[in-house]
C-alpha cells in the first residue's frame, strides 16, 4: 500500500475492493479514502448472497454503520490512521463522455473519481480498482490508477522450501550413518526446511533431509522404503513431501505445484495410511472448493452426492488410482470408508462454524480460496488436526484473487518458519511424458 508521504492523497475505491477486503478502507494510513455512491448501490445488490462476496457485502455495510455514527459519511469520519472516509455523492448522475453507456455503474464510479480530482486540485487523486479493463479505461482518461496491492505477496521471492546445500563427503556419509547433522551456522535455515545435501566434489553423492529447529540439526527424511499404499516416491521432491506429510509435528502443510506433481496423490496416500492403517487420526476429510466458494449446487439434478460428484470426481479418481495400485481389495474399496465414515469426501461451502479434531484434512484447488477462507478453514481445526493445502497459484478459476493474492500463497508465507507448518513446492511432473510436456508448453 502507499508510503507516508508528505502530502496526502485522495483514494476513490471501486466496489470490488469492498467486497474483495472490507476492511481496505483501513489500509491508505493517513490519506483521504472516497467511496462513490454507487459503490454502496452495488453492494447492496450482494447483501443477500450466501457466498464470501455476500458475507463481504455484509461486512462493509456494517463497517460503515459503525463509522456513521461518528458523524455525516458524506461530510467525512476521522479514522484511527487519521485519514478521512467520505461518501461522494454527486449533485446529478454524472455521465462520462466517452461511455458506451452512460448508465452503467462503471462510468459513474470512474466519473465520481474525477470529480473528486477536479473539486481537489491540491492533491493527487487515485482510482483503485481490481478491474483491469476499468484501470486501462480511467488511464486512457487521464485519471491515475491502481489495483489494491494490501493483501499480495512478494512473488519475486517464491520460496520453494528446498536448500540445496554444498558439503565434504565425509558429511554426506556420516549423514547416512547417524541420520543427523549439524550445520556450522543456521543463517537462511528454518523450521522444517527441506534440505539436500550435496557433495561438492562428487554432484551425485547426495542425501535428503529436513532441518530440526529445535535439533539444530538436519534430520534424515522417514520415509518407508516400500512408500506408502504402493506409491513410492518417484523425485526427491515427492521424497520431502512425503516425508512432511507423514509427520505429526507438522500440522499445516502447503503443497505447490503444477498439475502431474503429485500434489494431490502423496496427501491422499498420506493421509490414509495414518488415519486408515495407523490409526493416528479418526477420520480423513477430502474437499476442495466449488467455484465459486458457496455456489448453490441445485441446479444440478438428484441428492447431494450426485450433485458433487462432478465437483468431487478428481478426489475419487486419485483415490480409485491408490486403491488399484496398492491394495489387494480393488478400485472400488474406498466405498468401504466412506460408508464407514472413515473417509468423507465435501466442498467446502458449509465449513464455517464446525469443529474439526483428530483429523487428517487435504484441501484440494486451494489456490481458488481468498485469504480470509483459508483463515475460516484452519481455524476450524480442533485438537490433532493436520491440514494439507494443495494447488497451483498458476491455475486460478476465481476472479478476486490472483497468484499473490491467493489463500494457498498467503498461508505459505504466513507461516514461514513456524514450527507447526512446512512449504514445499513439487515442479517435476510424473503424471505421464504427455502431461509434463502440455505443462510445460501450454
Known amino acids: 500500500m502507499p508510503t507516508t508521504l508528505t502530502m496526502k492523497k485522495n483514494y476513490v475505491l471501486d466496489t470490488n475492493i469492498l467486497l474483495h477486503d472490507p476492511r481496505a478502507i483501513f489500509r491508505f494510513e493517513d490519506n483521504d479514502v472516497i467511496i ?104 486512457a482518461l487521464g485519471m491515475p490508477s491502481q489495483t489494491y496491492d494490501n493483501p499480495r505477496i512478494d512473488q519475486s521471492d517464491k520460496e520453494n522450501g528446498i536448500r540445496e546445500m554444498l558439503v565434504d563427503g565425509a558429511v554426506v556419509d556420516a549423514f547416512f550413518e547417524n541420520g543427523e547433522w549439524t550445520p556450522e551456522s543456521e543463517d537462511g535455515l528454518y523450521a522444517n526446511l527441506s534440505i539436500w545435501l550435496k557433495d561438492k566434489n562428487n554432484p551425485s553423492h547426495t542425501a535428503l533431509g529436513r532441518y530440526d529447529a529445535k535439533q539444530k ?56 495410511k495414518r488415519t486408515v492403517e495407523d490409526g493416528v487420526y479418526t477420520r480423513m476429510l477430502v474437499s476442495r472448493p466449488v467455484m465459486p466458494m458457496g455456489r448453490d449446487i441445485g441446479f444440478l439434478p438428484g441428492d447431494v452426492d450426485e450433485k458433487l460428484n462432478p465437483w468431487m470426481q478428481p478426489i475419487f479418481d486419485n483415490l480409485e488410482f491408490l486403491y488399484s495400485s496398492g491394495s489387494k481389495r480393488g478400485p472400488k474399496a474406498y466405498a468401504e470408508l466412506l460408508e464407514s465414515g472413515q473417509l468423507q469426501v465435501e466442498p467446502l461451502t458449509y465449513i464455517r462454524g464446525r469443529s474439526l479434531p483428530s483429523q487428517f484434512m487435504i484441501v484440494d484447488e486451494a489456490q481458488n480460496l481468498t485469504p480470509h477462507e483459508v483463515k475460516t478453514i484452519v481455524t476450524r481445526s480442533g485438537d490433532g488436526t493436520k491440514i494439507i493445502l494443495t494447488g497451483d497459484p498458476q491455475q486460478i478459476d476465481n476472479p478476486y484473487v490472483d497468484s499473490s493474492s491467493n489463500g494457498l500463497t498467503t498461508v505459505a508465507d504466513k507461516f514461514r518458519g513456524h514450527p507447526l507448518a512446512a512449504h514445499l513446492v513439487l515442479s517435476k511432473g510424473e503424471r505421464s511424458e504427455l502431461a509434463e510436456v502440455a505443462a510445460n508448453l501450454l
Do not use: H, W
Not at 462493509?60 to 458523524?71: C, K, S, T, V
Not at 512425503?242 to 507438522?250: A, N
Open 36 to 139: 462513490p455512491i454507487y459503490c454502496i448501490e452495488e453492494v447492496d445488490q450482494f447483501k443477500k448472497e450466501g457466498t464470501e462476496r455476500g458475507r463481504n457485502a455484509r461486512e462493509i455495510a456494517r463497517i460503515l454503520d459503525r463509522l456513521r455514527e461518528q458523524g455525516s459519511l458524506a461530510s467525512g469520519v476521522k479514522l484511527e490512521s487519521g485519514a478521512m472516509l467520505r461518501v461522494a455523492v454527486p449533485a446529478k448522475r454524472p455521465e462520462l463522455q466517452s461511455a458506451i453507456d452512460n448508465a452503467a455503474m462503471d462510468g459513474a464510479i470512474l466519473q465520481c473519481a474525477f470529480d473528486v480530482m477536479e473539486a481537489d486540485q491540491g492533491r493527487p487523486t487515485i482510482f483503485v480498482t481490481m478491474d483491469t479493463n476499468l484501470r486501462i479505461r480511467a488511464d
Open 217 to 272: 540439526a538436519v534430520v534424515a527424511l522417514r520415509v518407508p522404503r516400500e512408500g506408502v499404499l504402493g506409491v513410492r516416491p518417484r523425485n526427491r521432491e515427492q521424497s520431502f513431501a512425503l516425508d512432511l506429510l507423514l509427520d505429526e509435528s507438522i500440522r499445516i502443510v502447503t503443497l505447490v505445484g503444477k498439475a502431474g506433481t503429485g500434489k494431490t496423490l502423496l496427501a491422499l496416500a498420506a493421509g490414509l
